[in-house]
């Protein structure tokens, strides 16, 4: 009696039996330790694990061809109100071009969560709060976009009553007796949005682009 032995595993790679190796695209992947055994093609580009796949969230980012990469944003904190935003660079592949981007700050919501405040407070400090979505959003277009692969500049607002130590303090005074609102300092506040504020992209192979 013959067995059937299926080589064709998740996302389609095919096991080779001799190698003891899946195979996909031009990296190889060894599923006893978890990992690819093949470097980043783009290096520390595309983050200081040179073997992590999609951030480690393949449900809901692919990078077909491995050569993605989005740094994590950079503060520009100010006094002026729709000054306090997070630079992103997004780097596309040759021949591709940013076509798609929005901002999730589901992260950083759950890091303001995790200093204290809750959505009572949120909504004292902007006058009304409904969610991740009211953290900010984009600080309009993207810089053009460019088919050769020269990374591009996103933006994306943090909220200034929470981004400036001076707006900081003057809610503490206000709210502090009423509904407990923290004393918080801006880098913490800072430092939740930039480790939760998330730009989801899309990079469309530029002969498809209209």
Not at 160 to 182: C, K, M
Request: glycine fraction near 10%; include cysteine.
């Amino acid at each position: 009696m013959k067995t059937f032995t299926n080589r064709i595993r998740l996302s389609t790679i095919l096991s080779l039996l001799l190698l003891l190796w899946p195979v996909a695209a031009r990296a190889f992947y060894n599923p006893a330790t978890g990992r690819w055994l093949s470097r980043d093609p783009i290096h520390e580009r595309g983050g200081n694990n040179l073997y992590a796949f999609v951030c480690n969230n393949p449900l809901s980012r692919f990078d077909s061809r491995g050569l993605l990469t989005a740094t994590g944003g950079t503060p520009h904190t100010s006094l002026v109100e729709h000054n306090n935003y997070l630079s992103f660079m997004i780097t596309c592949p040759p021949k591709t071009k940013l076509a798609v981007v929005s901002v999730d700050y589901s992260g950083a919501l759950s890091g303001l969560y995790a200093l204290g405040l809750d959505n009572d407070m949120l909504s004292d400090a902007f006058g009304g709060f409904s969610g991740a979505s009211d953290l900010g959003g984009l600080k309009g277009d993207p810089q053009t976009p460019n088919c050769n692969g020269t990374p591009v500049e996103v933006d994306a607002y943090m909220r200034t009553r929470l981004s400036n130590q001076i707006y900081l303090d003057a809610l503490w005074v206000e709210f502090h007796s009423a509904d407990g609102f923290p004393h918080l300092k801006q880098t913490a506040i800072v430092g939740a949005y930039v480790a939760g504020t998330v730009i989801n992209y899309h990079c469309k192979h530029c002969d498809c682009l209209k």
